[in-house]
């Protein structure tokens, strides 16, 4: 159900004009997206979702909000400036390609040490390992891509 998150702004999308001109009804609306972003921060917390869904979630948002109220400056403004704006866009794909880079140097030089299979192994490895540490996967998840247990995972952490 969490990709439905970026077309909530659907439902307000009639009144849009009034929450607009209307202080007290922006910050209704202002406090309905705060509410979003807040479960979302605590889902992510919990380990439910990781840092790279969250912030594609809200970089979603962000993109149907800004066409759904292209003539509603305040509404754009108003929500953006809650779910926050184009630094978590850039910031969640710095950090997936750091760990994508980081894998394929792992890879290769595992690759020119043990053989091609082997190194695509140990590149498949690190780059899970790096996702994981930079928040954008669980250890569950990058256990079960390896098909390895989650306590040896986490040894190698």
Do not use: W
């Not at 509603?72 to 809650?82: H, L």
């Amino acid at each position: 159900m969490l990709f439905l998150i970026p077309f909530y702004i659907f439902s307000y999308e009639k009144n849009l004009g009034e929450y607009d001109t209307n202080t007290e009804k922006m910050e209704e609306l202002k406090k309905q997206y705060l509410e979003i972003r807040n479960r979302l921060d605590t889902i992510c917390a919990a380990g439910i979702i990781n840092e790279y869904t969250k912030c594609t979630i809200i970089d979603m948002s962000r993109k149907v909000l800004e066409h759904l109220a292209a003539h509603y400056t305040n509404v754009r403004k108003g929500v953006i400036s809650v779910m926050g704006g184009h630094i978590l866009e850039h910031e969640a794909k710095t950090i997936l390609n750091r760990g994508i880079q980081a894998g394929k140097k792992e890879g290769i030089q595992a690759g020119k040490k043990e053989g091609i299979r082997e190194g695509i192994q140990a590149g498949k490895k690190g780059t899970l390992l790096e996702l994981v540490r930079d928040g954008l996967l669980t250890v569950e998840e990058a256990a079960k891509r390896l098909q390895m247990d989650e306590h040896e995972f986490k040894k190698l952490l």
